[in-house]
């Protein structure tokens, strides 16, 4: 294993941990300590991306697809803010992940929750979201081995797993936000009462990945042919 490449996986480990310490400094500071971890978590989410580029540096090219499609889905998750858990992040995440690579595709719904976060709000909860949307882009782009995972079907249940998981870190959040500790009952009880806004997630993004997942997907799919850019670059 090179060194870049393990900096990259301890880069992407490190990053729940500042989730949980984001919580823990919130709670016992009354609320006041949050901002240091959200930075912490963004330079840590640009890490694993970078250091996927074994014998050169990213393109400038490659560095504005990326704000292109944290710009897309910022801006995505603002057209839709009226509809409550009704957005489509994760599917431009994941979409952004089958064609330029999971590393793209965690940074990508990592700093989408940051930007999208400044019209938001931003608290301890932001890392959460950074976290949870970007091990999704991350885990498409690994699952997405010779185009698997653009195909309808498996792109539908990768959108329900998606919408799942989300729910269950967010929910992770909402345990740990009320004094610091995470309780397994507490949990499986947040867990329970979510489902709701679990289902209403897993189906904006079955909706969303079938919309987008074509026209967006020729558009990425071209400019990633016509200028060379995350070749070899699934992981």
């Known amino acids: 294993m090179s060194i870049r490449r393990f900096i990259g996986i301890a880069a992407l480990v490190s990053v729940p941990l500042v989730a949980v310490a984001a919580v823990t400094g919130t709670v016992l500071s009354g609320g006041q300590r949050w901002d240091i971890a959200v930075i912490v978590a963004a330079v840590l989410c640009c890490v694993p991306f ?4 074994e014998r050169r540096a990213p393109r400038a090219r490659e560095l504005v697809l990326v704000a292109v499609m944290v710009a897309f889905a910022a801006a995505g998750r603002l057209i839709f803010a009226a509809v409550p858990f009704f957005k489509p992040v994760t599917a431009v995440v994941v979409i952004s992940a089958l064609y330029f690579g999971g590393r793209a ?3 990508v719904g990592a700093m989408s929750a ?19 949307w970007g091990l999704i882009g991350f885990v498409a ?8 995972l653009e195909k309808p079907a498996p792109l539908i249940i990768f959108g329900i797993l998606a919408g799942a998981f989300y729910s269950l870190v967010m929910d992770i959040w909402t345990v740990l936000s009320a004094d610091g500790v995470l309780d397994l009952s507490r949990w499986l009880a947040a867990t329970a009462a979510s489902l709701p806004v679990t289902a209403v997630y897993c189906a904006s993004n079955v909706i969303f990945l079938l919309a987008l997942a074509r026209p967006l997907g020729r558009r990425l799919s071209r400019l990633r042919d016509k200028y060379g850019v995350f070749q070899g670059n699934s992981e």
Do not use: D, P, Y
């Open 141 to 148: 782009g690994i699952l997405n081995k010779n185009g698997r």
């Open 114 to 132: 940051l930007i999208s976060n400044i019209f938001f709000g931003q608290g301890a909860w932001t890392v959460f979201q950074m976290l949870a």
């Open 105 to 107: 595709g965690f940074m």
């Open 50 to 53: 970078f250091t996927a580029f």
